[in-house]
């Protein structure tokens, strides 16, 4: 969802290539290649990438996965080297949250930051500035969460199967079916 919002083409590239997003964004700080990633730096890397689309600070950073402020500073300065569209989405939606008073999800779905106009609580208007950034990413994501669920069932019953949705778990959706009908069940979801 990040690397379409921003349409920033090295992130949008390491998924058309079906790469590991977090192997590639470990390879891409630590200068290594993706084949070199160790789990250590593709956990690190994995902070990151959340971390950032979450509002994250370097501070908040090297708080999260022990490295140091140096570090954490240098990882963020890497990882916005390597995906330069992604810095600019972002900077993008910190200026729009702050003059509007508001972000949008893909589908347009609104939620509203009336701390960030009023700039009477500074505290408050950076915590509303990191859910602004992160409300337009996690706000498309359960929009399409949404959508499938909506879809998922008709679909099966159209194509005669008898599986079921039986509950959703963050981004997963989990179904049960008989084994016999797992691959049609599966191309349809």
Avoid: W
């Amino acid at each position: 969802i990040v690397a379409h919002m921003a349409q920033d083409e090295g992130m949008l590239a390491a998924f058309r290539a079906d790469e590991d997003i977090h192997a590639t964004t470990a390879g891409a700080i630590y200068g290594v290649s993706p084949g070199a990633v160790t789990k250590e730096m593709r956990r690190h890397a994995k902070a990151i990438n959340f971390g950032l689309i979450y509002g994250m600070s370097a501070f908040g950073l090297k708080n999260s996965t022990g490295i140091t402020l140096a570090e954490a500073e240098n990882f963020v300065k890497a990882y916005f080297e390597k995906f330069p569209g992604v810095k600019s989405y972002l900077d993008g939606i910190r200026k729009q949250a702050a003059s509007r008073g508001y972000v949008e999800t893909l589908l347009g779905r609104r939620r509203y930051f009336p701390a960030l106009q009023a700039k009477t609580n500074p505290q408050l208007k950076n915590r509303e500035e990191r859910e602004a950034i992160n409300a337009p990413i996690q706000g498309t994501a359960a929009d399409i969460m949404k959508i499938a669920m909506l879809k998922i069932p008709p679909a099966l019953k159209k194509a005669k199967l008898t599986g079921n949705m039986l509950l959703q778990v963050h981004d997963e959706l989990v179904l049960e079916c008989p084994k016999d009908e797992l691959d049609k069940t599966a191309r349809i979801v």
